[in-house]
């Protein structure tokens, strides 16, 4: 498979050699790209004596010559991948500004695109620089998230580059794609629930509904038609999938039901509250000396619902987030609610679950065998979930 991995110009750029040559251990033909800045880390011939192949610079380069080089490798190359990406490549690529053979052949490749970027951490958390992240994820590109710790600048917070191992197994992910589930379609309910105290407050919990977003686009990427109910959440949603926008859990199961009876697969990844208040103040609640009971009453259980209305035949799954071993409720889990499959993960470790990149399955199956996806990028665990029930 043909990869373009464009460098820009952050002093992690030398460790772009070290992933070029992972890449090709995998099997990849590599060809690098780099933006003039990267020029002032590593240079040219670095690349071409890694690759074997002509690294490209500016954008009216022409190795063949009459041939347009920004167009040929857009059309020829599996997978872009950006490593190091700063602030200034990604700003330009999620704004369509095309100045250099980099941005010129991001704009015109059509592909699956991977991004992991660097730079100082105050420069990654700027609102302009996240709001880019999220235009380009919203076109289907995937984040490998820097990770944090000391910066070259000196200071420390969230802007390293990525390991390498896990920028190449991002790419392994993304380039083993198959069109498994062609022509079905996917019901996914996803994100947290908010269940009013009064118009102003709100009971909820931690999900960012990250892991609902990834299944969804690793969903479409396999060739399926996906409807996604989603309660409110910051993260970016695939823009070619069905998104309905919901509140509280009621809203959820209504909006579910009036797709469930047409899923082939349905995914309940949401986390929905288990309760709600009983009497909702209309108006906001003000604070006095005495106290405040608050009374609830049980939310309907959305995926069992969801589940009696599917369509006979229908490949149904939960998610069940637990803390520590949680094996034993996720079986009671899957029975109860009369499940194909459940995904266990562990939301007591911090390097997983609730708000985290990363994730960690344990996939148990009706017949009693169980498998794990071992530590991956929520997307890479999605794609490897998927590929996993599409053998069943």
């Known amino acids: 498979m043909n990869v373009v991995l464009g460098v820009s110009g952050s002093i992690a750029a030398y460790r772009a050699a070290d992933l070029a040559r992972e890449l090709m251990r995998s099997g990849f033909t590599v060809t690098v790209c780099l933006t003039d800045a990267a020029q002032k880390f590593v240079t040219p011939a670095l690349f071409e004596g890694l690759t074997g192949q002509p690294c490209l610079i500016d954008a009216f380069e022409e190795p063949e010559r009459g041939r347009m080089a920004h167009i040929d490798l857009a059309r020829k190359a599996d997978l872009l991948i950006v490593a190091p990406a700063t602030a200034n490549t990604l700003n330009r690529i999620a704004h369509g500004i095309g100045d250099d053979m980099l941005t010129t052949l991001a704009l015109a490749y059509e592909g699956r695109k991977l991004f992991a970027p660097a730079m100082n951490p105050s420069m990654y958390a700027n609102p302009l620089t996240q709001e880019s992240i999220r235009r380009l994820e919203e076109t289907g590109a995937v984040f490998v998230q820097p990770i944090e710790g000391d910066v070259a600048c000196g200071e ?193 470790r911090a390097d997983i679950g609730f708000d985290a990149s990363q994730n960690e399955i344990t996939l148990l199956l009706k017949s009693g065998s169980t498998r794990t996806s071992g530590m991956l990028g929520k997307l890479e665990c999605a794609l490897w979930l998927l590929a996993e029930l599409s053998n069943l």
């Open 156 to 348: 420390n917070g969230q802007g390293k580059l990525a390991s390498v191992e896990q920028i190449a197994a991002a790419a392994r992910a993304l380039a083993g794609i198959g069109r498994q589930w062609a022509g079905k379609r996917f019901l996914i309910t996803s994100g947290p629930t908010q269940e009013p105290i009064d118009n102003v407050r709100f009971l909820t919990n931690r999900s960012s509904g990250k892991m609902g977003a990834a299944l969804a686009q690793a969903a479409l990427w396999m060739g399926a038609d996906v409807t996604l109910i989603s309660g409110p959440s910051n993260s970016s949603l695939p823009r070619n999938a069905k998104v309905v926008r919901v509140r509280t859990a009621q809203e959820m199961l209504q909006a579910a039901l009036a797709e469930a009876g047409g899923a082939d697969v349905i995914i309940g990844a949401a986390a929905v509250a288990d309760y709600r208040p009983s009497n909702p103040f209309h108006g906001k609640l003000r604070r006095t000396a005495e106290m405040m009971a608050l009374e609830l009453v049980p939310n309907p259980d959305v995926l069992a619902e969801i589940v009696a209305h599917s369509k006979p035949g229908a490949l149904k799954v939960g998610f069940a987030a637990e803390p520590n071993d949680g094996l034993d409720y996720a079986r009671q889990k899957l029975a109860r609610k009369g499940l194909d499959a459940i995904a266990l993960n562990d939301i007591s």
